[in-house]
């Protein structure tokens, strides 16, 4: 079982899936710090100074209320049970998804051009017809002939 498991393992697909999890993973982190730390702030930003992370939606509106009325921030209305919809935790990942999404078809068709190229060999020429193949015979008798 363990000569099985091990021939298993030391398949290149198996081997390959792991890198590939790995690297998903890694990638997937950047991708997330990229949208939260660099592109959203500036579109925050624009929209009046918004932390598209603080956007929720509060199913008790009486605990999420401060003082003067407003919307407390979303951590400190989790810290006080206030059940949420968070639209804009939701916002940032649809965001990732769709860069991971991009740079996936990317990379893809990048793959499947490369795959064209390999694929687009030149053939190797045609076999002679017969009668291409008996005028040679024709062709190489009469230059016996002549020599």
Not at 36 to 64: C, E, H, Q
Not at 66 to 86: E, H, M, R
Not at 89 to 116: E, G, H, P, T
Request: proline content about 7%; hydrophobic content about 50%.
């Amino acid at each position: 079982m363990l000569k099985e498991f091990r021939a298993f393992i030391a398949r290149g697909n198996v081997l390959d899936l792991a890198v590939a999890v790995i690297m998903g993973g890694a990638f997937g982190k950047v991708v997330s710090s990229l949208v939260n730390d660099v592109i959203m702030p500036p579109i925050g930003r624009v929209m009046g100074g918004v932390s598209f992370s603080d956007i929720y939606i509060p199913l008790n509106l009486a605990k999420a209320r401060a003082a003067d009325g407003s919307l407390v921030p979303l951590a400190q209305a989790k810290a006080a049970g206030v059940p949420t919809i968070n639209v804009g935790l939701f916002i940032n990942a649809a965001i990732d998804f769709l860069i991971v999404a991009f740079v996936v078809f990317m990379i893809v068709k990048a793959v499947n051009r490369l795959q064209s190229k390999k694929d687009e060999a030149p053939a190797p020429p045609p076999e002679p017809t017969p009668s291409e193949t008996l005028l040679g015979e024709i062709r190489d008798l009469l230059r016996e002939r002549k020599a």
